[in-house]
């Protein structure tokens, strides 16, 4: 794991009172909400969460084949 600072793993398996979701699952719904892509700047401001924490999950969504990274921009993945 690239990250093993306890408060990020806290703050990604916590969940939010008015949804009862985690950021990963919120991050990945707000993605496919937006087929013409999302850039890293539209989630920062969407979530206000930190560049770094943002990052981290994207990288994982992308490892599990949810999402997909073209040029700056982040797509929910197609599969044909």
Avoid at 6 to 11: A, E, K, M
Avoid at 13 to 37: D, S, V, Y
Avoid at 60 to 67: R, S, V
Wanted: net charge negative.
């Amino acid at each position: 794991m690239l990250f093993h600072n306890s408060n990020l793993v806290n703050h990604l398996n916590a969940g939010t009172q008015e949804t009862g979701t985690n950021l990963g699952e919120r991050i990945f719904r707000h993605i496919c909400l937006h087929p013409g892509g999302v850039s890293m700047r539209d989630l920062e401001a969407e979530f206000e969460e930190p560049r770094m924490l943002l990052g981290y999950i994207l990288n994982k969504l992308c490892e599990a084949g949810k999402i997909r990274k073209l040029t700056n921009h982040y797509y929910q993945q197609i599969i044909e």
